[in-house]
């Protein structure tokens, strides 16, 4: 790792702060979130455990402080790659596609045992700073439904967003043991929650294959 420079004391907290984040994304792509250590962590940051521990105290700390940072980038990109005339159908579309990537590139384990890991109380830090991630999906939901693209009465948006994402959830071990793919899993969980949402199975189908990659091109 090359040595840290910055011109103030505050530029260089805060580019040891993003070096330590870079670390854990890093290590959870190639380890599982379970798996990382605060040494691993140090190491791979280029500095020592002393100053790891300056920034943050433990591991559920530095967990949360990662979630938050990987959950406000998801938003951001989320809004700044999608096209502003993309239906509400393409938009969950897009939202589901989001979600299985950030999963595989950030393997994690099961609610049960992370709460196990991490304590009661730092599991509940982590699913309140998840929570963006649902009240979007949420958003779509709600749009779709004002403007007639969705039925509103089939699956209220926060219903919906709570069961799209268990589905997610649900497909972490297949995708993760290479049961299934990230393209395959992405198609199941759209047509299923926009059928769900009142949408013909060939309009379902038609805005499953719209992607990140698809605006892109397009």
């Not at 910055?6 to 993003?18: D, Y």
């Not at 949360?64 to 959950?71: A, P, Q, R």
């Not at 830090?125 to 649902?134: E, G, S, Y």
């Amino acid at each position: 790792m090359p040595k840290i420079s910055a011109p103030t004391v505050a530029a260089h907290r805060t580019q040891t702060r993003e070096r330590i984040l870079e670390a854990v994304a890093s290590l959870t792509r190639s380890q599982g979130i379970d798996r990382v250590s605060m040494t691993d962590v140090a190491a791979e940051a280029g500095i020592t455990r002393t100053a790891l521990y300056n920034y943050f105290p433990d591991k559920p700390a530095l967990l949360l402080s990662f979630t938050e940072h990987v959950t406000t980038a998801f938003v951001e990109r989320y809004r700044r790659e999608l096209p502003s005339d993309a239906s509400a159908a393409e938009r969950l579309s897009a939202f589901v596609w989001f979600q299985l990537h950030g999963l595989v590139e950030h393997p994690h384990p099961a609610a049960a045992e992370l709460s196990a890991i991490l304590g009661p109380d730092a599991y509940q830090a982590l699913a309140d700073h998840v929570a963006p991630m649902q009240q979007l999906l949420a958003e779509i939901v709600r749009q779709g439904a004002a403007n007639g693209e969705f039925d509103f009465h089939a699956a209220p948006p926060e219903a919906t967003a709570k069961l799209a994402l268990a589905m997610i959830g649900a497909q972490r071990v297949p995708l993760l043991n290479g049961e299934t793919d990230v393209d395959e899993t992405h198609s199941l969980v759209t047509v299923f929650t926009l059928r769900a949402l009142g949408l013909p199975h060939d309009t379902a189908e038609r805005a499953a294959r719209f992607t990140p990659e698809h605006a892109r091109r397009d």
